[in-house]
């Protein structure tokens, strides 16, 4: 079982940035990928950034050039930078985190949700 929390999430301006964090707990060990995603009223959630054990990370063509995410093991966080935000980027973000464990020769993954943290940017 693995827990997400959220935080950093407010409200700012255009052109602000925010930065927020998700911090696991539980069985990290088993966590092979990290990831926020974003909803807004009246859409689907859609993928923002994830980042790999390995450290790979990936982008939403929306977000490109100014987010960034990383991830810090030692402390089982993940942080989402969101620089130059825009009013398209409201919404709730939410902290993904995939695990995987099993046997060699079977695996077993598991997805978990944090509850979310509201991000508003106002024009």
């Known amino acids: 079982q693995v827990q997400l929390v959220e935080s950093g999430g407010g409200l700012v301006q255009a052109g602000g940035s925010l930065r927020l964090s998700c911090a696991a707990s539980g069985r990290t060990r088993s966590i092979e990928s990290m990831a926020w995603y974003r909803q807004a009223p009246g859409k689907q959630r859609e993928l923002v950034a994830s980042?790999?054990?390995?450290?790979?990370?990936d982008y939403s063509d929306s977000v490109k050039g100014r987010f960034t995410i990383s991830r810090d093991t030692a402390k089982n966080t993940v942080t989402l930078q969101m620089n130059n935000l825009n009013p398209e980027d409201t919404g709730v973000y939410y902290c993904y985190a995939k695990s995987t464990w099993g046997p060699v020769e079977r695996t077993y993954s598991s997805d978990y949700w944090g509850q979310g943290t509201q991000v508003t940017v106002s024009s």
């Open positions: 980042i790999t054990s390995s450290f790979r990370t």
